[in-house]
């Protein structure tokens, strides 16, 4: 249930909602695309943001405001949004850095060949994210509840998301929220601190 006091606005292709959506995003991914892009990982994220066609285009991205503040994010979209997606727009963002950009992507392709897995019919949350000082008033929950309704409005069939396996406590919110593993990466070798988990809930449609 959405909090009396909290709206969702739909990211716009502007550079300040750029700049939040850097900012949420590398929090949900742990600093992850901080050491994908380098020091210019705010402008490159933002250049990027805000054209269309992509996982990381504002068209997938929607902003929770409390009290006319913003508070938190979700990105989010179907399997069959993803598969038709281009990497072009970032890839371009990065310019000269695209060296960089290239040599992280080779190292890290196995972390990306797990986003390339969502299956047909899937709904994908990329990522959540919540302030620091807002969180455990209900915005995470909110969120996620909103990504389910997304899903279920696109006619897909199950949510899906990723998250770290020494993410515990992402872990055990997704359980309450009835979502279970479906799988790990890697298969053979498990080292925790690099091994992600594929979590997962049907959806029922909304005539349901």
Known sequence: MTPP???FR????TRDDGLAFARYLDQAAEGFFRFLLGRRVEEILVTGFVEP????SYENVVFA???????????????ERHHAASDRPLREAAGRWNVRFALVSTLCAPIFRIIDSVEAGDYYVQSVAVDPEARGGGVGTALMDLAEERGRAAGS??????????NEGARRLYERRGMAEISRWPK???IEKLTFIRMAKPLESPAH
């Open 157 to 166: 069939r199950r949510l899906a998301l990723d998250v770290a396996a020494t």
């Open 65 to 79: 405001n409390r009290n006319g503040e913003t508070v938190g994010m979700v990105s989010s979209y179907t399997a």
């Open 53 to 56: 066609g992509h996982d990381l």
């Open 5 to 7: 006091s909290m709206t």
């Open 188 to 190: 053979r070798i498990r």
């Open 10 to 13: 739909p990211a716009e292709p």
